[in-house]
């Protein structure tokens, strides 16, 4: 089968996912957005790799600018036409797309109508959901009319899907109902790149180098914006000082907000460093105590961080700050993985912060049940089993028994 997938953000487990059904004889041409900053999987051939995989880093002619709304429109509609493109010299079978801007996603389901591809639509977030309340919140009712053309235009993208995956069942109701039907929503929960990110001893190279192996470490790793709260961090770096240091391996304007903090409040226990290379991110985690993540409260359940399944992976307990109804949040209550907070309760952030640090037995026990949800959850063969599945049901109009 060939087969086109194409992960706006570039992440690890998509990638993942990639490399194990080209692996399995399929001709798989992976794309991604070369301008998104966010953390990145391995996006490159190595020697090992399948020689029908291919990797493409679609650009654009100017850097990405996601504080402007016009200027981001327009290079959504033109990101949209590149990856159209490659749809159309492609030819695949199968196209299945996530983590995309509304109006990009237009023209690669376009695309595919064009040239006969069937379309999964990939959903890790209701977009035009997002982006409704966003500009409701900004611009008022002009922002809520533009909202609302958005949702159209993703409602329309359900419709022509041939299958749609979601990743949670909280999401099935509203996929259902954007569909018209039940008979072609899969859920797939996202898991974490178990082959990549495996547990490392704290005293690793990558700690040594940052003189990180001998203190204890709140460790934030990934995007921080605004929305992330990154003054929990602040105030938790506060609270910590002269115990523990406060590690955010990070890119975003949360950053600048964080570098503002350290200087004006004197914060040496705040580290601020870059994203690093993919390749380094086990010894990274590995050098936490306790691994941070932090989401919006708008966000509700429509907003799942990959970080926490990285955190997973590598074995580390995790402190939440999350809406309770989120993925996330209940992935990491119902393991036993870590602590879960309001992400508007600061005092309650410090006070379980302070839990993990002062309980060695906690932090053992959050860290074993989460290396163990990884290995019985993550293994990508079980996972692409469940994706070849949704593709067959596409291929063959909806006449393949469903099997997930």
């Not at 327009?74 to 493109?85: E, H, L, M, Q, T």
């Amino acid at each position: 089968m060939k087969i086109f997938v194409h992960d706006y953000a570039g992440h690890p487990f998509q990638v993942d996912l990639s490399r194990e059904l080209a692996f399995r004889g399929h001709e798989v041409s992976h794309a991604y957005f070369h301008g998104d900053l966010g953390p990145k999987g391995k996006l490159a051939r190595s020697a090992a790799d399948p020689a029908h995989l291919s990797f493409t880093g679609v650009k654009l002619s100017r850097p990405y600018d996601k504080a402007s709304f016009v200027r981001r429109r327009f290079d959504d509609v033109a990101y949209g036409k590149a990856v159209a493109k490659l749809v159309h010299s492609d030819k695949p079978d199968i196209v299945i797309s996530g983590n995309t801007p509304t109006e990009a996603q237009s023209a690669i389901v376009n695309a595919c109508k064009q040239t006969g591809s069937k379309f999964v639509f990939w959903v890790q977030d209701f977009y035009s959901v997002a982006v409704s309340q966003l500009l409701r919140k900004k611009l008022g009712p002009p922002g809520a009319m533009v909202g609302a053309y958005y949702r159209f235009l993703e409602r329309r993208q359900f419709q022509s899907s041939d299958a749609v995956v979601v990743i949670t069942n909280a999401f099935s109701p509203l996929a259902s109902k954007w569909t018209g039907t039940e008979d072609n929503v899969f859920v797939i929960e996202n898991w974490g790149a178990l082959n990549d990110i495996a547990p490392h001893p704290k005293d690793n190279a990558w700690a040594r180098r940052h003189g990180l192996h001998d203190s204890f470490n709140f460790l934030y790793s990934g995007t921080l914006g605004l929305k992330h709260n990154p003054d929990l961090l602040v105030q938790l770096a506060k609270m910590v000082k002269g115990r523990a240091n406060v590690v955010t391996v990070s890119q975003g304007v949360g950053v600048t907000h964080l570098e503002q903090a350290k200087a004006e409040l004197g914060l040496d226990n705040l580290v601020l460093l870059p994203l690093q290379p993919f390749e380094d991110l086990p010894m990274v985690l590995a050098t936490s105590d306790v691994a941070v993540a932090t989401i919006e409260p708008e966000a509700g359940i429509f907003s799942v961080p990959s970080k926490v399944q990285s955190y997973f992976c590598a074995g580390r307990p995790v402190l939440l700050a999350a809406p309770q109804e989120n993925l996330a949040s209940d992935l990491v209550r119902r393991n036993g993985a870590g602590l879960v907070v309001d992400p508007v309760d600061q005092a309650a952030f410090l006070e379980a912060a302070l839990r993990l640090l002062d309980d060695e037995a906690l932090r053992a026990d959050a860290a074993a049940k989460a290396r163990s949800f990884a290995l019985e959850n993550y293994d990508i063969k079980s996972v692409t089993d469940r994706f070849e599945t949704v593709f067959d049901y596409a291929i063959g109009s909806g006449t393949v028994e469903r099997k997930i």
